[in-house]
């Protein structure tokens, strides 16, 4: 669905991607995960063509998004939902307004279509009777689950989540794995997923691409992460701080 062709980019004198070269399946979970700062957060975005890799290419279902024009990025966009760390709600919108807005923005469709979808997605993620709430009243759980009925409004291909479960608690980091893996048979979309939390990329991951230091250093299912011997491997899973990953 999603190929990176040795990328690289740097921000002035700071190599992020040194050379970026791995695709994410079609129809699969699949988690990306590093240290702070190795660029994943740039890459998610470069997914959406935010940001331009400096060489190479990226296809997204074929196509070169980096040769893209605004319309045809937009085209892209589209088919993608997106969950960021800060859920990032409008504030001044309540909740329904809040689900509705993509189906406003990029449909056509009449009030009374959006009210039946907005219901559906918030069912989907376990909210009901609260349309008419603010972002201030909900918890950080809630919110998660709002920004996910929203990304979700355009049923999108491609599922991105950077780093959905930071900040949340283990029970609601447990309610959020588990709806990556519902939404994605019900939407039967590909997901990528960002992520710090070992025991989620263990739980919910159909393939593993570790990135570290610029480049991709292992790939692989949970099982082959597992029994890797791989140092940098076997360091991120033991979550210790010495081993060849420097800690700043
Ligand atoms: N728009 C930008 N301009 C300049 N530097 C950036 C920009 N975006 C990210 N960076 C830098 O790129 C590096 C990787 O950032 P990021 O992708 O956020 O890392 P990660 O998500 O893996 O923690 C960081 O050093 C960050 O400061
Ligand atoms: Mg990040």
Redesign the pocket.
């Known amino acids: 669905m999603i190929k990176f062709i040795h990328t690289t980019k740097k921000?002035?004198d700071?190599v992020?991607h040194k050379d970026i070269d791995l695709h994410i399946e079609r129809g699969k979970i699949t988690f990306i995960i590093?240290p702070?700062?190795?660029?994943?957060?740039?890459?998610i975005k470069q997914i959406i063509g935010l940001?331009k890799p400096d060489t190479g290419s990226i296809l997204f279902d074929g196509q070169d998004i980096c040769a893209m024009d605004d319309s045809e990025l937009l085209g892209v966009r589209r088919r993608v939902g997106l969950l960021f760390q800060n859920a990032a709600l409008f504030d001044s919108m309540n909740v329904f307004d809040n689900v509705a807005f993509p189906l406003r923005e990029h449909t056509e469709k009449t009030e009374a279509e959006i009210a039946r979808i907005v219901h559906d997605k918030l069912r989907q993620v376990g909210l009901k009777n609260i349309d008419m709430a603010y972002p201030s009243e909900l918890s950080g759980g809630m919110k998660k689950r709002v920004g996910l009925a929203r990304a979700i409004a355009l049923d999108p291909e491609v599922m991105l989540y950077?780093e959905p479960t930071t900040g949340l608690d283990p029970i609601m980091t447990d309610v959020v794995d588990s709806l990556i893996v519902s939404m994605q048979r019900t939407l039967n979309s590909t997901s990528v997923v960002?992520s710090h939390d070992i025991k989620t990329t263990l739980e919910v991951a159909d393939n593993i691409i570790m990135i570290y230091a610029g480049e991709v250093v292992a790939r692989g299912t949970p099982k082959e992460f597992q029994a890797s011997e791989n140092p940098i491997v076997r360091q991120f899973f033991s979550g210790s701080w010495e081993g060849p990953i420097s800690v700043y």
């Open positions: 921000f002035g700071n992020v590093g702070s700062g190795t660029g994943k957060s740039v890459f940001i950077d960002i």
